[in-house]
C-alpha cells in the first residue's frame, strides 16, 4: 500500500505546466505570468499636469493671493506659453513648453480670456515629471506573478495588448455509474431506488473552476464500456486533463479501470487514505494527458480532488507554490480513525484550534479546512499539532 507523500510524487512527477501563449489581457486575468515584463517607456512619457487647471509661470504667480489677486491672460491650447500668460490644461495632459507650475481651477475665477488668479503656485506644483512614476527598462511585472485587474491596469497603461502568460488548463470531468441522474433531470425517487444524483459531476466541475481553470462536465456516463472509451476519446482532443470518478475498484461493475488502462499508461494504487483508498493516476492518448481517477464516493472524491486534483491545475498553470495555503491546528478532540493510514477530516477552526464537524457533504459545508492526520497509533489525540488545508473559494 502506497502511502498518500508516495502517491501524491507519482501524481506530481507526470505533469508540466502548459505552454505559455500571448493572451489578450481580459483572458489573463487570473494567470501566471510566464515572462518578465518590461517598461517601453517612460511613465509618464511627458511632463504632464496632475491637475484641472492653467499652466503658468511659477514666477508670474508667486505674488498672487485673496488680498492680491493678479490677472493673466488666457492662451488657447498649442500656444507658446508668454511671459504672463497661461494655458489651460487637463489632468494628465501635457504641459506647454516654458511653464512650470499648473494652477489649479479652484484657485482661479475662470474668466476669459482674462483670468484672475488668487492664490500662488510654487515651482513644480501639480506636474508629474517625465519618468517618475517608472523609468524605460523598469522591470514592472516578474515571471510567476499573478496577473489581477491591477497587473491588467498596469499592462493597459503601457501599451500592452498581449501578455505571454500561461494559460487555463481545460479541464475534463467525467462521471460514470448508470446508477447516477444528471442533477439538470432529476426527479422524485420512489423508496428504495438505486438511482442518485451526479453529486461528483456538479461539485468537481465546480471546484476545478475555483481552482482557476476551464471545466468541461461530461456524463453521468452509463457503465459501457464502448460508451466510455468513446467519450474519453472525445475529450482527449480539446481536454488539458482528464478527471474521472467511480469505476476503478477491483470489483465485476468498475468498467472504467479496465477502460482506462487500455488507452494509456495507467497506475492504479492502494493509498493509505481514508477517505478514498483507491485512486489512480497516469497518461491517456498519444498526446499523454493527465489523468487522475477518483474513487466515487463524493466525499472521496472531494478529498482526492483537494489533495491530488487541486495541486495538477496550480502547476499546468504555471504556479511556483502548487499545494497553496497550509494551517498548523490544534486538534480540539480526539479522532477516530485507522491507526494505519491518513486521515482527512472537515474541521472548523477557531483561533488554530481544529473541531472536526462530522462526515458527508453537510460537513464539507460546514468545514473550513481539512485537517490531515498523519498514520501511527499516537496521531489524532486531542491536543495533537495537525497539518490542515484551508477551503476557501480561490
Known amino acids: 500500500?502506497?502511502?498518500?507523500?508516495?502517491?501524491?510524487?507519482?501524481?506530481?512527477?507526470?505533469?508540466?505546466?502548459?505552454?505559455?501563449?500571448?493572451?489578450?489581457?481580459?483572458?489573463?486575468?487570473?494567470?501566471?505570468?510566464?515572462?518578465?515584463?518590461?517598461a517601453p517607456a517612460d511613465i509618464p512619457a511627458f511632463h504632464s499636469s496632475t491637475r484641472l487647471g492653467y499652466a503658468a509661470r511659477s514666477g508670474d504667480v508667486a505674488m498672487a493671493s485673496p488680498t492680491s489677486v493678479l490677472s493673466l491672460r488666457e492662451f488657447p491650447t498649442g500656444s507658446a506659453l508668454a511671459p504672463g500668460s497661461l494655458i489651460r490644461v487637463g489632468v494628465g495632459e501635457p504641459v506647454p513648453f516654458g511653464a512650470d507650475c499648473v494652477i489649479p481651477v479652484e484657485n482661479t475665477d475662470q474668466g476669459?480670456?482674462?483670468?484672475?488668479?488668487?492664490?500662488?503656485?510654487?515651482?513644480?506644483?501639480?506636474?508629474?515629471?517625465?519618468?517618475?512614476?517608472v523609468k524605460r527598462g523598469t522591470t514592472l511585472l516578474s515571471l510567476g506573478q499573478v496577473l489581477g485587474s491591477r497587473e491588467i491596469a498596469l499592462l493597459a497603461a503601457i501599451g500592452v495588448g498581449k501578455v505571454p502568460a500561461y494559460p487555463r488548463p481545460r479541464i475534463a470531468v467525467i462521471t460514470t455509474g448508470s446508477e447516477l441522474i444528471d442533477t439538470g433531470r432529476l426527479r422524485p425517487q420512489p423508496p428504495g431506488s438505486a438511482l442518485k444524483p451526479d453529486v461528483n459531476g456538479v461539485s468537481l466541475a465546480c471546484s476545478v473552476v475555483e481552482a482557476g481553470a476551464l471545466s468541461y462536465r461530461v456524463g453521468p456516463v452509463a457503465d459501457d464500456p464502448a460508451v466510455l472509451r468513446k467519450i474519453l476519446d472525445d475529450q482527449l482532443g480539446r481536454a488539458d486533463m482528464v478527471v474521472t470518478t467511480g469505476g476503478i475498484g477491483a470489483e465485476a461493475g468498475d468498467l472504467l479501470r479496465p477502460v482506462l488502462a487500455t488507452m494509456g499508461t495507467v497506475d492504479f494504487a492502494w493509498v493509505a487514505l481514508e477517505p478514498g483508498r483507491v485512486q489512480g493516476t497516469g497518461s491517456l492518448g498519444s498526446s499523454n494527458v493527465p489523468l487522475i481517477a477518483l474513487p466515487g464516493e463524493p466525499t472521496a472524491a472531494f478529498v482526492g480532488f483537494e489533495l491530488f486534483v487541486r495541486p495538477v491545475v496550480r502547476r499546468l498553470m504555471g504556479h511556483s507554490d502548487v499545494f497553496g495555503d497550509r494551517l498548523q491546528v490544534e486538534l480540539a478532540e480526539a479522532v477516530d480513525r485507522d491507526p494505519e493510514v491518513t486521515t482527512v477530516v472537515p474541521v472548523e477552526v477557531v483561533d488554530g484550534v481544529a473541531t472536526p464537524v462530522g462526515s458527508g457533504i453537510r460537513a464539507l459545508v460546514d468545514a473550513h479546512a481539512l485537517a490531515v492526520i498523519p498514520p501511527g497509533p499516537d496521531a489524532g489525540r486531542r491536543g495533537d499539532r495537525v497539518t490542515a488545508m484551508p477551503l476557501g473559494r480561490t
Open 1 to 38: 500500500m502506497r502511502s498518500l507523500a508516495e502517491h501524491l510524487q507519482v501524481v506530481m512527477s507526470r505533469v508540466r505546466p502548459l505552454e505559455p501563449l500571448g493572451l489578450p489581457l481580459l483572458d489573463a486575468n487570473g494567470c501566471v505570468l510566464a515572462l518578465d515584463v518590461t
Open 112 to 133: 476669459a480670456p482674462v483670468v484672475r488668479v488668487g492664490k500662488s503656485v510654487t515651482r513644480g506644483e501639480n506636474i508629474a515629471l517625465a519618468g517618475s512614476q
